[in-house]
């Protein structure tokens, strides 16, 4: 069955789209130093080993505005919190990326106080080696971003930044530098048309170098190449917060907004979860319930990755938590 079927039938017939679930949760499973308690997170990733977990958390709330707490945090496969870095730089972690170098990459979704709007790039030890954006400034211009989401950085270098977090207003844009952080180009634009998006909230690349763009707002993945070209609109994954690839092509699709009620997050018949399938072809093959009752703006999983053993990790902004997964 091709994409455009596939995309054709899920806008009709979402039920037809029930998968199993073979996953159970892994309770309690990250150790924090005391007096310490997960903060909202939406940005999370594994490393280039595939074992270890990095998590921008806001820093035990839903801001490190005021807040001394180290955001970035590093976890073995056990859970054990390895290291942490960047207190004081940020307000709103959002996004967080490891390139294939074993660098941090996290994106700051608000301003304030002379902060954010900014994409940092870390080494694993927490040395800031490039900074993308102008530290509390908000624009559209090719050094400054309005509520940066998500960054990735493409097999020669190139990198990715998707910009805008409020639908209809501020910037709906994917924008895209050379390694050194020289601007290249941009596309997008508030609409629900190809290439156009609402809320661009992650990004995620597949084995043939394909970008995926959780245009949230539109309950779509956009797929394109890395010129920006529309390949596939995707809606079978419903109202995509996060994405995430693995090296097998294996897709993980966090949505934490669905809705039947009219307003944000409206997306009638479909459930709240983590849908697991093929970046191929696009094939849903497993889903991981969000237990909510879909009420909320916001509930479970909104960032997703997982691991080299194929343990799924869920990032959650309501819920304060990061959630393990496994088979």
């Not at 079927?5 to 979402?14: C, D, K, N, S």
């Not at 960054?151 to 895209?176: C, E, L, Y």
């Not at 309950?219 to 529309?230: A, S």
């Not at 307003?263 to 991981?288: E, M, S």
Request: proline share 5%; charged share 20%; glycine share 14%.
């Amino acid at each position: 069955m091709s994409a455009r079927i596939l995309t054709a039938i899920t806008l009709f017939l979402p039920a037809l789209l029930a998968q199993p679930n073979p996953y159970h949760i892994v309770e309690n499973w990250a150790k924090f130093p005391a007096a310490r308690t997960w903060g909202s997170s939406s940005g999370i990733a594994i490393d280039r080993d595939g074992t270890s977990v990095w998590v921008a958390d806001r820093c035990g709330a839903n801001s490190c505005t005021g807040k001394l707490d180290p955001p970035i945090l590093e976890f073995d496969s056990a859970g054990n919190l390895v290291k942490s870095f960047g207190e004081g730089l940020f307000v709103f972690p959002h996004g967080l990326y490891v390139d294939r170098d074993g660098n941090i990459w996290v994106t700051d979704g608000q301003a304030r106080d002379g902060k954010g709007h900014q994409v940092f790039k870390f080494s694993t030890d927490g040395k800031i080696l490039m900074t993308l954006g102008k530290a509390g400034v908000a624009g559209d211009g090719l050094d400054t971003f309005n509520q940066p989401n998500a960054v990735v950085v493409a097999p020669n270098g190139d990198i990715f930044v998707s910009d805008g977090h409020s639908p209809a207003k501020g910037n709906a844009r994917v924008v895209k530098f050379s390694k050194d952080g020289t601007f290249i180009k941009q596309w997008g634009g508030h609409g629900a048309g190809p290439g156009q998006f609402e809320m661009p909230h992650a990004l995620a690349f597949d084995s043939k170098g394909r970008l995926f763009v959780a245009d949230r707002g539109n309950n779509r993945i956009q797929i394109f190449d890395q010129d920006g070209k529309f390949l596939a609109e995707w809606k079978q994954f419903s109202r995509p917060s996060g994405i995430f690839i693995d090296k097998n092509d294996v897709i993980y699709v966090a949505d934490s907004e669905s809705t039947d009620k009219e307003g944000y997050g409206h997306n009638p018949g479909w459930k709240r979860g983590i849908r697991i399938g093929n970046a191929k072809d696009g094939t849903v093959t497993a889903f991981i319930p969000d237990p909510s009752d879909g009420t909320a703006i916001t509930s479970a999983a909104e960032g997703v990755a997982a691991d080299g053993a194929g343990n799924i990790y869920g990032a959650e902004v309501g819920d304060k938590d990061v959630k393990k997964y496994s088979k």
